[in-house]
T-cell receptor
Framework: TQLLEQSPQFLSIQEGENLTVYCNSSSVFSSLQWYRQEPGEGPVLLVTVVTGGEVKKLKRLTFQFGDARKDSSLHITAAQPGDTGLYLCAGSNTGNQFYFGTGTSLTVIP | ETGVTQTPRHLVMGMTNKKSLKCEQHLGHNAMYWYKQSAKKPLELMFVYSLEERVENNSVPSRFSPECPNSSHLFLHLHTLQPEDSALYLC??????????????FGPGTRLTVL
């Protein structure tokens, strides 16, 4: 089993603050994905990164894949209540097996 | 129509019951997946089907039996479950398998409680 540990596990911040969520592993992955899951729904893909050192931006969200392709970070600028949810990272090498992280539960308080 | 639908959304069953979870995807995908999401544990992949053939079975107990009659439908048959099997069961689909950059589209899940 290839473990992905996410930190922090829980995060509660005020609207307008910035935050960073981390996803770390001792394993190398060909790709790493970030998902957001809202209560009562399944996870929704936000981004896929495949190249070591790659940075992708999605509006106020910035995703980075580590140079060694073992870790990733998600940075949110000026968080809004709509960003509230469970953030999951998932790594894969084969495409048949995606290893999910432990998740970060984010609450943005208006 | 929502991309991936699951029924029922909630299910309560006794340990001796037999029930089935249903998943349907309307995206024209060739691969479908069953995941288990338990509190305080990472999402666990249970089964993967590609073109109706099972390609992954991650040491799941035999009390869980998947069925994929065609590329749009996926079932998870349940029998003699244990209370620790209570969890959110998520279905997902993707265009193909075997590609690490595939996008998986998840359904809303079935919240299962085993008494």
């Amino acid at each position: 089993t290839q473990l992905l540990e996410q930190s922090p596990q829980f995060l509660s911040i005020q609207e307008g603050e910035n935050l960073t969520v981390y996803c770390n592993s001792s394993s190398v992955f060909s790709s790493l994905q970030w998902y957001r899951q809202e209560p009562g729904e399944g996870p929704v893909l936000l981004v896929t990164v495949v190249t070591g050192g790659e940075v992708k931006k999605l509006k106020r969200l910035t995703f980075q894949f580590g140079d060694a392709r073992k870790d990733s970070s998600l940075h949110i600028t000026a968080a809004q209540p709509g960003d509230t949810g469970l953030y999951l990272c998932a790594g894969s090498n084969t495409g048949n097996q995606f290893y999910f992280g432990t998740g970060t539960s984010l609450t943005v308080i208006p | 129509e929502t991309g991936v639908t699951q029924t029922p959304r909630h299910l309560v069953m006794g340990m001796t019951n037999k029930k089935s979870l249903k998943c349907e995807q309307h995206l024209g995908h060739n691969a479908m997946y069953w995941y288990k999401q338990s509190a305080k544990k990472p999402l666990e992949l249970m089964f993967v089907y590609s073109l109706e053939e099972r390609v992954e079975n991650n040491s799941v107990p035999s009390r869980f039996s998947p069925e994929c009659p065609n590329s749009s439908h996926l079932f998870l048959h349940l029998h003699t479950l244990q209370p620790e099997d209570s969890a959110l069961y998520l279905c997902a689909s993707s265009q193909t398998t075997g590609t690490p950059t595939d996008t998986q589209y998840f359904g809303p899940g079935t919240r299962l409680t085993v008494l």
